[in-house]
């Protein structure tokens, strides 16, 4: 049975639609990635399939049964579906422990498990008002998290947490999946957040699903420049350079990432192009190249001066993954 089915699902906002027929299903343990600018619908979708705001068209079904909003029931939420918000919120002149046996609906020792997944444990004893930013962010993940849900909606869990934060974070996120048996769907702005976690990323646009697919699919073959500016820098190639590198299709190849080509002084090796701009960035170099007209950046590991002649060709990978297709 599915853990999660969207049929037909729409809201309306006066005469505006905030979404507008969004259809997908989720297996248990199957992480689905939300992305989408901002005003996109991503957590009202999230909202939605928590019970927490009214559907206007279709419906929501959990393990087969229907999840009611707010108009279908006195206190809305469904008891198996957890919503974290980005603006989660800890009542102050509590000690943290408190706060937490308040919403617990698991044992004492399930209880301390998840203390400990959350790296919490050392908290217990700390006033709400205490914490730092990244200890309420991990008390709230166990808050929520005693609640026993099911299925776990995570709004922009890592906005506003620095790269220490940040990493503890999407490992407690690894274990809430592997020790716990959660499953989760994670809206996030950072593509390398939803790129590095998701099985399946749903692309939204003005309320609207304009495109689906595994990491790979929607990095490599974005349907428009807005999906392709979604997940990192990008560059459009017009139909002459998709010419000079057969192994590119036209119809699927629009958009080249900076990965996609290599560059060489070795004249038997690609196409002629200058380096017009090269920025440090730690670990490599992006550089800008002009090639018959087109301009695009390409992901080097060797410094080239501005006006230098390189030769561009396809990076190994790709010309690998199109022989297998």
């Known amino acids: 049975m ?13 005469e505006n639609y905030v979404l507008k027929n969004i259809n997908f299903i989720q297996q248990p343990a199957q992480k689905i990635a939300i992305a989408g600018e901002t005003g996109s ?35 809305p939420g469904h008891p198996q579906i957890a919503y974290l918000s980005q603006s989660f919120e800890l009542r102050n002149n509590y000690r943290v422990e408190e706060l937490l046996q308040m919403a617990c609906k698991v044992s004492d020792n399930d209880a301390k498990s998840i203390y400990s997944i959350c790296k919490i444990d050392y908290l217990l004893n700390r006033w709400s008002d205490e914490l730092s930013g990244g200890e309420r962010q991990r008390v709230a993940f166990a808050k929520t998290l005693v609640s026993a849900p099911k299925l776990l909606l995570l709004d922009e869990p890592f906005s506003n947490l620095d790269a ?3 990493n503890i974070l999407k490992n407690i996120i690894s274990d809430i999946e592997e020790r716990l048996n959660v499953t989760i769907i994670l809206v996030s702005h950072d593509p390398v957040d939803v790129l590095s976690w998701a099985e399946e990323i749903i692309v939204l646009d003005h309320g609207k699903m304009i495109q689906r697919g595994t990491p790979q699919e929607i990095y490599k073959y974005p349907m428009n420049e807005y999906v392709a500016g979604l997940f990192g820098k990008y560059s459009m190639i017009s139909p002459e350079i998709i010419e000079l590198f057969p192994l590119l299709d036209q119809d699927r190849r629009r958009f080249v990432r900076p990965n996609d080509f290599v560059l060489s002084l070795n004249k ?6 200058e380096i017009e701009d090269i920025q440090f960035m730690g670990s490599y170099f992006e550089t800008e190249v002009s090639c018959q007209g087109n301009k695009f950046i390409i992901t080097t590991n ?24």
């Open 2 to 14: 599915n853990l999660l089915t969207v049929s037909g699902v729409s809201k309306k906002e006066e």
């Open 41 to 75: 619908g991503k957590s009202t979708l999230l909202r939605l399939i928590a019970g927490l705001v009214q559907p206007d068209f279709g419906q929501i079904l959990f393990e087969g049964s229907k999840v009611k909003g707010p108009l279908e029931k006195l206190l």
């Open 164 to 166: 220490i934060h940040r």
């Open 268 to 273: 038997n090796d690609g196409i002629a192009a």
């Open 302 to 325: 060797a410094f080239f001066d501005k006006g230098t002649i390189a030769f561009v060709r396809l990076a190994a990978d790709i010309e690998q993954s199109h022989h297998l297709e």
